[in-house]
Structures are given as structure tokens and as C-alpha cells.
């Protein structure tokens, strides 16, 4: 699912964390089922690292939550609480952007699609979800 890169604004609920990032008008969501992802209903889609920023002084309010194998680095908001944004396991060299969480009016399809958190390791070995965090030649 290839589209033309745009530049796509977001940020938390009381605007403290705000970014922007460079991804296709037509995405891949991923809903999953994990138990920090279940517990708060994301949705997200995953971007190379390097087509992420933070601006301003987002980062002074940003604190960071970690389980399990700690590769994930769920990230939110000290005074809002949301998370807007986080480093997912299943890409640890992108990011992944909560769909709710971004300014309305730039994307033109999402395709959601079932991450298994609950079963990862298969979940993870079978999918292609790898490969959102690279930067593919056509991009």
C-alpha cells in the first residue's frame, strides 16, 4: 500500500507533545491486542525513526513506560497522560504513530489490519510488519 509521502501533524491531547512526520496518504493501522495496547484501544502505524520529529519542547514533557523485554518504549504525555507516539517492539528502529492522535485532513485511506500481541513471537514472524520501519527505494 504505497502512496505519496506527506507531512502529517499530531501530538497528545493538551498539545504539550506535538510532531510531525513524513508517511504515505494511505496507511497500514495496527490494532492490537497486546496488554498495554488493549488496555488503552491503539491503533497505530509504524514510520522509519528518521521520518519522525518532535518539535518544540515536546520532549521536556514526555516520560517513558517499559515491560516485559523493555524494547518497546512506550512514551506519553506527563501532563495528559496520552501516548501519541512510541518505539514498538515489532520495529525498534521506527516509530509507531497512534492514528487518533494525529491532525485530521491528511490521510486519504487506513487499512487496519489485527497485530496478535497476545501470540507475538508468531504473530511477528509472520507478518510484515518489519518491514514499515524501513525506508523502501520507491519512498
Keep these: ?25 494511505s496507511v497500514i493501522a495496527w490494532k492490537c491486542n497486546c496488554s498495554d495496547c488493549s488496555m488503552r484501544g491503539n491503533v497505530h502505524f509504524v514510520v522509519p525513526r528518521q521520518r519522525f520529529e518532535l518539535l518544540g519542547d515536546s520532549d521536556q514533557f514526555i516520560t517513558t513506560y517499559t515491560f516485559g523485554t523493555h524494547t518497546a518504549k512506550h512514551t506519553f504525555c506527563k501532563v495528559c497522560g496520552i501516548t501519541s507516539f512510541y518505539t514498538p517492539r515489532s520495529n525498534p528502529d521506527g516509530i509507531a504513530v497512534t492514528l487518533a492522535c494525529l491532525d485530521p485532513g491528511t490521510l486519504s485511506h487506513v487499512e487496519i489490519r489485527h497485530a496478535d500481541g497476545k501470540n507475538w513471537e508468531d504473530f511477528f514472524h509472520r507478518s510484515d510488519i518489519v518491514l514499515q520501519s524501513k525506508i523502501h527505494s520507491t519512498q
Design 1 to 25: 500500500m504505497e502512496s505519496e509521502l506527506v507531512l502529517h501533524n499530531g501530538g497528545c491531547h493538551c498539545k504539550k507533545v506535538r510532531w510531525k512526520v513524513q508517511a504515505p496518504t
